[in-house]
């Protein structure tokens, strides 16, 4: 049996307890269920559409800028853009984007939920042309969790600024912490066009061993503590 120093040991056991989080975390990442868009009614200002998911039991309405509603958009890559960090898998081609093209106004767009939603996700599609620096300015703080390079057109993955997102023929996927029953935000730089949706993550319920190993993690991590203390 290998005796290990004291420091040596409580490094190792709390590595253990770490690993153990990590694979916890790891196991309840969760894909998302991306809104499937229906009953568009375009608009420079008064456009909207309503959208249902496949499994997250609600349903949305949105409105305020609408050039288009496009169904079956094939545009969604490289899916590598659309997927990292919290989100498992870009929007599915067949439900759609939403297209808009900002502009210098006031206009305010809004994604309004039926019941308050953990955590929802919007995709961005070619935010931006080369040399315009295009941007969403939302009401409330986000994270990114995915981007890169339109596959079409080239350009850098989108970047943020407080609440303001930027593109130049970027794409990515933004993300809203707790539970948000809408969504707005205005969109003053004008270009060809620019695209999104929106997503719920689905809940991951982990498996039996993954709370063991949890448990197993804190245990550890309080052994360790109670000795540090007592030394």
Known sequence: ??????LKKSLTMTAIACGA?????SANAAPIDWASWASPVTGN????????????GVTAGYTGELQQFVANYPSYAPGSTFSGGTVGNAPPSANGILKIFGGPNTRTDTITF?????????????LGQ??????FDFNQAFTIQSGGRNA?????????VGNNVFGSEGNGVIQFSGSINS????????????????GVPVAAVPEPETYAMLLAGLGALVLVTRRRKSA
């Open 130 to 135: 080369p040399g315009l620096n295009a941007q």
């Open 183 to 198: 969504i707005s935000w205005t969109n003053p730089v004008a270009e060809n066009w620019y695209g999104f949706t929106v």
């Open 1 to 6: 049996m290998i005796n290990l120093h004291p």
């Open 114 to 126: 039926s019941q308050a939603v953990m955590n929802p996700v919007l995709a961005i599609w070619s």
């Open 21 to 25: 989080f990590a694979a916890a975390s």
């Open 152 to 160: 079409e057109y080239g350009g850098t993955t989108i970047t943020a």
């Open 45 to 56: 200002t008064t456009g909207s559409a309503t959208a249902t998911f496949a499994t997250a």
